[in-house]
């Protein structure tokens, strides 16, 4: 099968399924959402600014945010690699 974009591999059949579905028609396997990656950017860049107005005392709270903004970003960026290989391969 052609893919043009709309599809992934669903990890555990390895079938085609659609980028918007919930979980895989095929096997009923949850389908990872981004949200969980994207609060974690947004609250750790929240905690690096918030923490950057007192930074002698909240450091510790700056390294934390950089960590979680960092992660959550890999995250996501690892996601869409992992899109991009899928539809590769289809191709």
């Known amino acids: 099968m052609i893919n043009n ?3 992934i591999v669903c990890r555990r059949c390895e079938e085609d ?3 918007n579905a919930d979980r895989c ?7 990872r ?4 990656a994207v609060i ?7 905690l690096l600014v918030g923490s ?3 930074i002698g005392s909240l450091w510790p709270y700056a390294l934390f945010g950089a ?9 996501l960026w690892n996601r869409q ?3 991009q290989a899928a539809g590769s391969k289809k191709a």
């Open 25 to 31: 028609p095929h096997c009923g396997a949850s389908i």
């Open 52 to 54: 950057l107005f007192e």
């Open 67 to 75: 960590l979680a903004a960092s992660g959550g970003g890999y995250l």
């Open 40 to 46: 974690a950017v947004a609250f750790g860049l929240l």
């Open 5 to 7: 974009g709309s599809e």
């Open 81 to 83: 690699q992992r899109i």
């Open 17 to 19: 399924i659609p980028r």
């Open 33 to 36: 959402g981004v949200w969980g």
